[in-house]
């Protein structure tokens, strides 16, 4: 299985900032990577897909980098909307997710 | 609009059999794939399964390989996770998701709201 592994855990921010989550692959996956916003007691929402590609309806504030084995989510502003938990997947092979990244409110 | 409807929570003894069902809708049902994530109490997302409705083409997790069965019934767009005999550890949310890609190499764009599966005795 190909590991997927986010920094940081946990983070907090402020209404505004911007804020970037790393996601790693113990591998080289090329650009077959997703990113999922989940809220509290909610399904995830796929927000990009092949990296970078962000999906219909998604806010522009949203932005996904990188190839290989190192990936960023970018919030260039944060909302309030945006406190939640982001997951990567991987799907250069069967899928598996990093453990998660929740941001919070500081 | 694609949707995705899932089955209620349920409420099991250990040993005890159980199938949840998501039913489709929005989309062509024999053209994408259809599978199942399970996310624990407080934990991550971990893919089980998925099916390729068209000709039956499934694949499983090595993790979940030979504990949970995927199936479809394409007259009612609907598919199915079930277990033979429940354990504790099984206990969590089981999210369905339409896949998105090649055979083996997926991900997620619509999701169920999830099916609650409580394990205990």
């Known amino acids: 299985d190909i590991q997927m592994t986010q920094s940081p855990s946990t983070l907090s921010a402020s209404v505004g900032d911007r804020v970037t989550i790393t996601c790693r692959a113990s591998q080289s996956i090329s650009i077959w990577l997703a990113w999922y916003q989940q809220k509290p007691g909610k399904a995830p929402e796929l927000l990009i897909n092949?990296?970078?590609s962000l999906e219909s309806g998604v806010p522009s504030r949203f932005s996904g980098g990188g190839s290989g084995t190192e990936f960023t989510l970018t919030i260039s502003s944060l909302q309030p909307d945006d406190f939640a938990t982001y997951y990567c997947?991987?799907?250069?092979?069967?899928?598996?997710f990093g453990q998660g990244t929740r941001l919070e409110i500081k | 609009e694609v949707q995705l409807e899932q089955s209620g929570a349920e409420v099991k003894k250990p040993g005890e059999s159980l199938k949840i069902s998501c039913k489709t809708s929005?989309?062509?049902?024999?053209?994408?794939?259809i599978g199942w994530v399970r996310q624990k109490p407080g934990k991550g997302l971990e893919w089980v399964a998925m099916?390729?409705?068209?000709?039956?083409?499934?694949r499983y997790s090595p993790s979940f390989q030979g504990q949970v069965t995927i199936s479809v019934d394409k007259s009612v767009s609907t598919a199915y996770l079930q277990w033979s005999s429940l354990r504790a550890s099984d206990t969590a949310m089981y999210y369905c998701?339409?896949?998105?890609?090649?055979?083996?190499?997926?991900?997620?764009?619509?999701w169920g709201e999830g099916t609650s599966v409580t394990v205990s005795s």
């Open positions: 092949k990296a970078s």
């Open positions: 099916i390729f409705p068209g000709d039956s083409d499934i």
């Open positions: 929005g989309y062509t049902f024999t053209s994408s794939w």
């Open positions: 998701a339409r896949g998105v890609g090649a055979v083996g190499n997926y991900y997620m764009d619509v």
């Open positions: 997947q991987q799907y250069r092979s069967s899928p598996t």
